[in-house]
């Protein structure tokens, strides 16, 4: 083949690729025009379910539409993986998109005061009311000294202030009416709710979000219930949260305390440490971030993101409860006796206790295995830590 | 309003519901519709591409492609967020759906050995190789003592045999063609490049592929390269990672065996040191992760991964380089010390540290949160760790 033949046959795959592009280019337009109209659909039914109290997300809606699209794409040769991926992504989007058309649950509730309704998780919650078409007011610090004029009306007291302010403020509640609800949302259950109890003779429930304020509101977010008092009387706070979206969990206060000593004080203080960490090890960073797997992408970020945080709010949540001090000193002494299996080149030794953990984890280790291994693909497609800061 | 005015408005809500949720079906039918179309294109440019020897994964091209819709979208009143992961999404399964279709990139290049090729890692490449039509032989064990006669005619030999056993395997070599590559893929670089350069005199090149048997191949991957010798001759098999996607990031071996300690041996030894503690602590797990917060499902899923593996695979990475238990060490007295912050009630000092890490992190924190925020999302999309094991 000559050169006048190779550049024409260049400009033919050129021209072929150009082609298929346009093809590509078309069909993707059709997709946004799709988004389009479905956004249009599901706004029309976020104002049915507004005007009749019904709840946004209806888990078994969403598991029946994907199965029919799932072996609708199988029976296309389409991943129904992809399918399922896509649909959940849309319906997130479709979610958040009714988000000012929530239902209101009761008629008859129209007072809500947020005490620290202009903290991160205070903001969600007033946001949330209103959209439901509460009337709500929120009581900061300059406001506390007028509180019994502003809280002789309330039907629901959401107290939301930082947790090591949560009990004081309980205890200086004045008389609420009889029917109120009282409720706290801070991240311990026990001390809160005793104080509750104490000050207050109407409904009392203890509520703590599992979601800071990255999430976008309630849809599939936990909250944890622990009951205080006249359960019957609060079901109306109960059913709204649902309708917002929530998977209410309820349990005891003792329980949820012990689970918080894992779930947030001792991860937020190993990651304080590791950035501690690796602060002093001063490793390049761009560097590392050049060289890592999207395993440890995933950790740095998860790492990172705590320190662009309040470091009052980490604080407060790691020095509340002196009892998790125990907890850490036992992960330290773990960590230490690691290093010496380490050192002493023990590997069998290591073998045979990570196969012990293996057993503790059970199913769930593979469960684990199987959903981080979806994350870390989607890591790569949103680029995690890829693009420089 | 009597009984019957109510049936018939619910009766009405219904149907309008019913109604509406015919559109969605309907849309989403046309959704699968419209991924089974675009990927009959996106088969048609690999096989293009695949007779071109041109690389799949384009970034410019896909960066273009993105910006097009995210722009249509916002002008049609969706989200540009949405597009975007959904487009990734496609993405990442057109790019896996062209997997068999790598081109070759050298004609010359013909007999490629991959010693430990029937290993997890090992497997990905020769599949990799086979897909661009290289004659691939595998070496393993039971192989070793025909060695000479198996490589004697080698293009490329790469030791993809477990860590521990990587620079004896190579010692052991025997004297391979001059123009014959040799590369290792092993997690530590420094050694093994020093073993190669002294038993082979053609070229030699370190690689690290820097993902784990999770990722569907090399695309979007980063690859570590470590020049050893003759960088002009082993730039085929360079050109061969870009096609199947790979991100090339060329650094020094004693780089890159620093940020290993980082990247695989602190976090997989904490990883483990948390896995224990979990298990000796015993709490109930299914409980826990009915109470999580997204942020800690996603940590549980990443611990419980490991002891979803194997573990002399990490007892092997972990236990290779004595030089990083002084790392882990320093860790552990960090850890010590701000329990000892604790313990003091000190909490300004640990706001002081606190922002010394912040001011470490600098802006890479903000990024740290914003990608991080993606993944959470996510996480809640994608159920993790919401369906029973």
């Keep these: 083949m000559n050169n006048n033949g190779a550049d024409s046959a260049k400009t033919d795959i050129t021209e072929q690729l150009q082609a298929y592009r346009g093809e590509i280019d078309a ?8 988004l389009a109209a479905r956004k249009k659909v599901t706004s029309a039914i976020g104002q049915v379910k507004r005007a009749h109290s019904m709840p946004i997300y209806v888990p078994e809606r969403e598991a029946e539409l994907i199965a029919k699209r799932r072996s609708q794409a199988e029976a296309a040769g389409v991943s129904g993986d992809l399918v399922e991926d896509v649909l959940r992504r849309m319906m997130r989007d479709s979610y958040y998109s009714q988000h000012a058309n929530y239902a209101k649950v009761d008629a008859s509730i129209n007072n809500i005061v947020v005490i620290g309704g202009g903290g991160a998780l205070g903001k ?3 946001g949330l009311f209103q959209s439901s078409t509460y009337q709500v007011s929120v009581i900061e610090k300059e406001d506390w000294p007028n509180r019994k004029a502003l809280l002789k009306d309330a039907d629901a007291v959401i107290v939301a202030v930082p947790i090591n302010q949560t009990t004081q403020i309980i205890s200086e509640l004045p008389p609420l009416p009889e029917h109120c609800v009282l409720a706290d949302v801070t991240s311990v259950k026990l001390a809160p709710l005793d104080v509750m109890l104490k000050v207050h003779k109407g409904p009392v429930v203890g509520l703590h979000p599992m979601f800071g304020p990255d999430a976008p509101g309630m849809i599939k977010q936990v909250v944890v219930v622990c009951d205080g008092r006249r359960s019957d009387d609060y079901q109306w706070l109960i059913q709204q949260m649902l309708v917002w979206g929530a998977q209410i969990h309820q349990t005891l206060a003792s329980t949820h305390d012990e689970a918080m000593a894992f779930i947030q004080v001792m991860r937020h203080f190993s990651t304080f440490v590791y950035g501690q960490h690796l602060q002093q090890e001063n490793p390049n960073l761009s560097e590392l971030i050049a060289f890592s797997s999207p395993i440890y ?11 662009a945080q309040a470091p009052t709010l980490y604080a407060d949540i790691i020095f509340n409860n002196v009892d998790n001090i125990a907890l850490l000193k036992r992960f330290h002494q773990r960590f230490g006796e690691a290093i010496e299996i380490l050192e002493s080149g023990d590997k069998a030794s290591f073998i045979e206790r990570f196969t012990e953990v293996e057993n503790w984890f059970g199913d769930y280790a593979k469960q684990c295995l199987r959903d981080s291994k979806q994350m870390l693909l989607k890591a790569d497609d949103g680029q995690l830590l890829r693009k420089a800061p």
């Design 124 to 126: 969600v919650l007033v």
């Design 27 to 34: 069909l993707d337009a059709q997709l946004v025009e799709l």
């Design 297 to 307: 992408r995933l950790e740095l970020a998860m790492v990172g993101r705590l320190f």
